[in-house]
């Protein structure tokens, strides 16, 4: 919390919200988003947070998911316990960024 009260915040809210979509999804289901989930310029103190080049939340979310398949030797079921996510939404979302075996 002290690391996002002590951001200046130049994007203002939308920032704030994608800063704390980013965490979501990189944090395991159930857990409290830690310093680790948010951007490296949040645990060094280093701005802006987001520029540019910066990738979406979608391709964000296609790596994390990508990231979990491997770790997780392809078992569709672990990843999406490990996504909190049901195994259909996982199904649709492989689907969607292409990453369907």
Do not use: C
Not at 20 to 43: K, M, S, V
Not at 66 to 80: C, T, Y
């Amino acid at each position: 919390m002290a690391a996002l009260q002590a951001y200046a915040w130049p994007g203002n809210v939308r920032e704030l919200k994608n800063v704390l979509e980013r965490a979501a999804i990189l944090a395991p289901a159930g857990e409290l988003l830690a310093l680790e989930y948010l951007p490296e310029e949040f645990q060094t103190g280093a701005r802006p947070v987001f520029s540019t080049d910066d990738e979406s939340l979608r391709a964000l979310e296609a790596r994390h998911i990508r990231r979990l398949m491997g770790d997780l030797q392809g078992s569709k079921p672990e990843v999406a316990r490990k996504l909190g996510i049901g195994l259909t939404t996982l199904y649709r979302k492989l689907q969607e960024y292409g990453l369907e075996e």
